[in-house]
């Protein structure tokens, strides 16, 4: 992650972090792994089987062995039960707060926009080369998996398709926060797979982009040339009110938190809002191209 020496980024929960601290942040598989091995060390220190918790926190040994394994996200209630049956120390409580998941998926340079994206009071994403992740559909994405290099593993595959999708929740699930889409129109006009593929994925692209807190902008083909044509970018808000930016390439991704790099990218992202199509226009326009298959 690419950010400038001195920089600092307003995190989660309003706290400051300093740059260097972002690539020094754990792979998320080992939070769950660390989580799982204090479960595991404070059950064995009072004494506890994995049946005699699972029967304190009322799940199967199997759940409890997952966890302590590092396999199994402990939901809300797992934790209370837990901390309450080991001791009262606090430690399961604030070790589930560092707790990611679906992040086994996600290319290792954009983790830590995703985490920025679930705490975000507001999104902007302008895209030019593909659907935006958060509005694709399944098979789009698959679509796109597949045919990435080098070949990913079946595995590695349902991975990437399963933290795509759990990206997506997030815009169901956080009503209040504005999305905002700006998209080339030709990135809606190139095939993948056979009509009904297509028209799946402008069903499912209406379909997201429809509630009041998201807007998609087409940039119509006779657009012409535009402020935003170094690339595709994104642009955040945090609960603390800073403005973050990212840029992705080939094999890497910029996080930016220089203020005056983040304000052009603003500036540009206005620009390019006022040129495109307005969102009944956008939403027209896929459904003719939907019309069209």
Known sequence: MDIAEGDAVQGVG???????EWEREPHPSD????FGAVVQALREHVGLSRVDLGDRVRYSKHTVESVELGRRMPDKAFVERAEEALGNTGALRKAA???TRGEAGLAAWFRQWARLEREAVSLCTYECRLVPGLLQSEAYARAVF???IPLRTDEELEQQLAA?????AMMRERPTVPFSFIVEEHVFRRRFGDAEAMRELYDHVLELSAPRNVTLQVVPLEAGLHPCLDGPVRILETPAGQRLGYSEGQENGRLISDRKEV???CQRYETLRSQALSPTESRALLERLRGEL
């Open 97 to 99: 707060r560092h707790l």
């Open 14 to 20: 309003a706290r400051m972090v300093p740059a260097g």
């Open 31 to 34: 939070s769950l792994r660390t």
């Open 263 to 265: 304000s052009l990218l």
């Open 146 to 148: 597949e045919g990435t």
């Open 164 to 168: 795509r999708m759990e990206r997506q």
